[in-house]
Nanobody, 126 residues
Framework: QVQLVESGGGLVQAGGSLRLSCAAS????????MGWFRQAPGKEREFVAA????????YYADSVKGRFTISRDNAKNTVYLQMNSLKPDDTAVYYC???????????????????WGQGTQVTVSS
């Protein structure tokens, strides 16, 4: 079992930046791939970014590529999502997730992740 706790959300103006953190605890969190998903009101939860177990491979949704950066610090069991040039469309609840993933395609799929945090709200004003 892995427990995930997100932090760092808040209200920011368009063009601003936020850094989300996800602290993992429990059963060997460093052995899991980690991802960020988001869900806006009335919409399905969507993939944002993911990072492999060793941190060497990263994956991004087209909508955030070039603006968001995912990273992990395995010594601290923490994953980060640096979000720059934020837009009102980025407004959502952001969720951290962990899963056992071996195929590149599976990083993008919700069903690949077994553990989820409670989410943190990000609101971008225009």
């Amino acid at each position: 079992q892995v427990q995930l706790v997100e932090s760092g959300g808040g209200l920011v103006q368009a063009g601003g930046s936020l850094r989300l953190s996800c602290a993992a605890s429990g059963r060997t969190p460093v052995s899991y791939a980690m991802g960020w998903f988001r869900q806006a009101p009335g919409k399905e939860r969507e993939f944002v970014a993911a990072v492999s177990r060793n941190g060497l491979s990263t994956y991004y949704a087209d909508s955030v590529k070039g603006r968001f950066t995912i990273s992990r610090d395995n010594a601290k069991n923490t994953v980060y999502l640096q979000m720059n040039s934020l837009k009102p469309d980025d407004t959502a609840v952001y969720y951290c997730a962990a899963g056992t993933i071996y195929s590149n395609d599976n990083y993008y799929r919700r069903t690949s992740y077994n553990y989820w945090g409670q989410g943190t709200q990000v609101t971008v004003s225009s």
